[in-house]
C-alpha cells in the first residue's frame, strides 16, 4: 500500500466527498434543463478560476507544441467522452445508479491495463470484473423492465466509465514534461468548447434562464468540480500508484446512491442494493493490495 502524505490524505477526502454528493446535484440540475448546455456553463465559469490557481501558483500555461497530439487524446478520453456521456445519460438514470455505473471505471482500467499494456491481472481481480458484471447485468434488466428507465443511459454511462479508464491509464503514462494544472486547464478549455458546440446545435431551442436550483447546481460543479475536484483526480492519476486513490473511487458510488436518496427521495431496489455490493467487491477485489507469503530465507552456503 502507497503510504499518502496528510495532503494527499485531505485531497482523498474531499475528493469523496465533492464528487460523491456531486450526482444528485447534478441529476437536480439536468432536470428540465438542457444538460449540454449545463456542462458548458459550469466548464465556462471554473475555468476562471483554474486559470486563477495557476496565475497564483506561477504555473506556466505554455504546452510545447510537440505534446499537443498527446494533449488532444488525454483530453479525449479523460474528459471530453466521460463528461458527455455521463451528463446525457444522467437525465434518464437515478443519481444513484449513474453512480455505480460510472464507478465501474476502476475495473474497466484493470481489463484495459491487461489488454493493452500488457499487465498481469490476478484470479481475484478476475472474479472482481465478474461481479462487476453481474452488478451492471442487474441495473440493465431493470432499466428494461420499468417504464421509467431506459437502457440508453445505462449504455453511456458504461462507455463513459470505458474512456475515463482509458484515459487513467494513459495519465499515468504521459511523458508531458508540465505541470498537471496546465494540462487540467488546457483539457477543461478544450472540452468546454466542445460540449458548447454541441449544446449549439441540439439545444439552442430549449436553452431558457436557470432556475436558482439549477444556478446552485451550475456553480457547485464550476468551483468544486472543475476547478478542484478533476484536477485533483488528475493529479493522483498522474502522480501516485492505483492503490493511492481506492478510498476515494470506493466511497464514491455510496455517497452517490445513499445522497440520492435522501435528497431527491430516489426509491432504492433491491438491484440497486445488490449492484452497490457487488461493485463495492469488485472495486476492492481490482484495487486493494494481495498478501503474499514471505519468501523462504535462502541457504547459507557450507
Given at each position: 500500500m502507497h503510504k499518502?502524505?496528510?495532503?494527499?490524505?485531505?485531497?482523498l477526502v474531499l475528493l469523496t466527498l465533492v464528487w460523491g454528493i456531486n450526482w444528485p446535484i447534478m441529476k437536480l440540475g439536468v432536470t428540465g434543463f438542457p444538460p449540454l448546455t449545463f456542462r458548458g456553463l459550469s466548464m465556462w465559469i471554473g475555468l476562471p478560476v483554474l486559470a486563477a490557481v495557476l496565475v497564483w501558483r506561477r504555473v506556466p500555461f505554455r504546452i510545447e507544441r510537440a505534446h499537443w497530439r498527446e494533449l488532444a487524446v488525454l483530453t479525449v478520453f479523460n474528459m471530453l467522452v466521460w463528461h458527455t456521456l455521463a451528463i446525457l445519460a444522467i437525465q434518464t438514470l437515478s443519481s444513484g445508479r449513474a453512480a455505480i455505473l460510472g464507478y465501474t471505471m476502476p475495473v474497466f482500467s484493470a481489463v484495459i491495463g491487461v489488454w493493452w499494456f500488457g499487465?498481469?491481472?490476478s484470479g481475484r481481480a478476475w472474479?472482481?470484473?465478474?461481479?462487476?458484471?453481474?452488478?451492471?447485468?442487474?441495473?440493465?434488466?431493470h432499466e428494461m423492465t420499468q417504464l421509467t428507465g431506459k437502457p440508453a443511459g445505462v449504455l453511456m454511462m458504461l462507455v463513459a466509465a470505458a474512456a475515463w479508464a482509458v484515459g487513467?491509464?494513459?495519465?499515468?503514462?504521459?511523458?508531458?514534461?508540465?505541470?498537471?494544472?496546465?494540462l487540467s486547464f488546457w483539457m477543461t478549455l478544450f472540452t468546454a468548447l466542445w460540449t458548447t458546440a454541441l449544446a449549439v446545435i441540439f439545444e439552442r431551442e430549449a436553452w431558457a434562464m436557470p432556475t436558482p436550483a439549477v444556478w446552485s447546481a451550475i456553480v457547485y460543479n464550476a468551483l468544486g468540480v472543475f476547478a478542484f475536484a478533476q484536477v485533483a483526480w488528475?493529479?493522483?492519476?498522474?502522480?501516485?500508484?492505483?492503490?493511492?486513490?481506492t478510498l476515494s473511487v470506493m466511497f464514491i458510488?455510496?455517497?452517490?446512491?445513499?445522497s440520492g436518496a435522501w435528497w431527491l427521495g430516489e426509491v432504492l431496489h433491491w438491484q440497486d442494493w445488490a449492484a452497490v455490493?457487488?461493485?463495492m467487491v469488485a472495486i476492492a477485489?481490482?484495487?486493494?493490495?494481495?498478501?503474499?507469503?514471505?519468501?523462504?530465507p535462502s541457504a547459507s552456503p557450507p
Open positions: 499518502l502524505s496528510r495532503q494527499q490524505l485531505t485531497l499487465q498481469r491481472l472474479g472482481g470484473v465478474g461481479a462487476a458484471a453481474l452488478g451492471v447485468v442487474l441495473l440493465l434488466w487513467t491509464q494513459l495519465m499515468r503514462r504521459t511523458k508531458i514534461p508540465h505541470p498537471t494544472l496546465a488528475l493529479m493522483m492519476a498522474r502522480d501516485l500508484p492505483p492503490i493511492a486513490s458510488p455510496v455517497l452517490g446512491v445513499f455490493a457487488l461493485v477485489s481490482v484495487l486493494l493490495p494481495q498478501r503474499h507469503p514471505p519468501a523462504p
